[in-house]
């Protein structure tokens, strides 16, 4: 009987951390895909001067990235002016 007391109090409470969790993940999701993108930014630049990319490659790339990025940008800051 102890172990369906404690389950009956931890499974809501699970419940809301999972929630806040969420609610976390979607806050700061532009943050973490900024950081993806600048990884990104960075490990393509590491590449290029190892002579692992040629530089038509390089400058594609880091164009897709860092247009991915000001949108990424463009974005956040509508969502700022418009209040969500």
Do not use: S
């Amino acid at each position: 009987m102890l172990l369906i007391d404690d389950l009956l109090v931890w499974l809501p409470l699970k419940g809301v951390i999972a929630v806040i969790e969420q609610i976390n993940n979607h806050i700061g999701g532009g943050e973490r895909e900024e950081t993806r993108l600048r990884k990104r930014l960075l490990e393509l630049r590491l590449k290029y001067e190892m002579d692992e990319l040629d530089e038509e490659t390089y400058t594609a790339e880091t164009a897709e990235v860092t247009q991915q990025l000001r949108e990424l940008r463009e974005r956040e800051r509508e969502e700022a002016e418009g209040g969500f």
